[in-house]
């Protein structure tokens, strides 16, 4: 199956609503769905280490995404201005969230954040009014 998906994959597919991504996929490349307006739904493998910057900007319909254990890192900007964005599960494995990660995602209610994080970058979570951060071990 597909290993890699390039930088800026599915960039501009304003009409992408749902994508299922298969568990052979282990990298997925910066910008791969920025400006995904329409995406509300996205199954994540379970092999990716790394959300890549740019990942999901601005994808304004999506409202959940579960990260996957095998996830270590969350770089900058992954899920930038993503407004309808309510819950975000985060793995117990995560290390790092970059800069400005869910910037304006200003329906971000709630994330446990797991204890093996040891870095939160600058305006992570800068404009998310409505969000509570909880320190959880899942």
Not at 83 to 88: C, F, G, P, S, Y
Request: net charge positive; charged share 25%; with cysteine.
């Amino acid at each position: 199956g597909i290993r890699e998906m390039g930088e800026g994959a599915f960039n501009w597919c304003t009409n992408l609503k749902h994508i299922i991504l298969p568990d052979s996929l282990i990298y997925i490349g910066k910008k791969a769905f920025i400006d995904c307006f329409k995406l509300d739904e996205v199954q994540l493998p379970r092999n990716i280490q790394t959300i890549e910057e740019g990942t999901f900007t601005r994808c304004l319909c999506l409202k959940e995404i579960e990260i996957p254990e095998s996830v270590r890192d969350i770089k900058k900007e992954a899920f930038f201005h993503c407004q309808m964005l309510e819950r975000v599960t985060l793995p117990s494995s995560l290390l790092s969230i970059g800069e400005r990660a869910f910037f304006a995602s200003k329906n971000l209610k709630k994330i446990n954040i797991p204890l093996s994080l040891v870095s939160i970058g600058k305006e992570a979570f800068q404009l998310c009014p409505l969000l509570s951060l909880k320190l959880s071990e899942k």
